[in-house]
């Protein structure tokens, strides 16, 4: 699935509808100052038990 701000528009509401029910998810993120960071996750997102594979990242400071 691909979201697209220019289509889709930018709302955090769009982002977890569009993402709701689908897993695993990995969200990739470019600002307008060509910033890339985002996340993953093996859950629904609106899952609140643990899940010791999700991650976030951002590949400007390359950490993890």
Do not use: H, R
């Not at 889709?8 to 307008?32: F, H, M, Q, R, Y």
């Not at 993953?40 to 594979?53: H, I, L, R, S, V």
């Amino acid at each position: 699935m691909l979201l697209n701000s220019k289509i889709d528009g930018n709302s955090c509401k769009t982002l977890i509808e569009k993402c709701k029910g689908k897993t695993p998810t990995l969200v990739v993120i470019k600002t307008a100052k060509n910033i890339i960071f985002g996340g993953y996750t093996n859950q629904e997102w609106n899952d609140k038990e643990k899940d010791d594979k999700t991650f976030v990242y951002s590949l400007k400071t390359k950490k993890i």
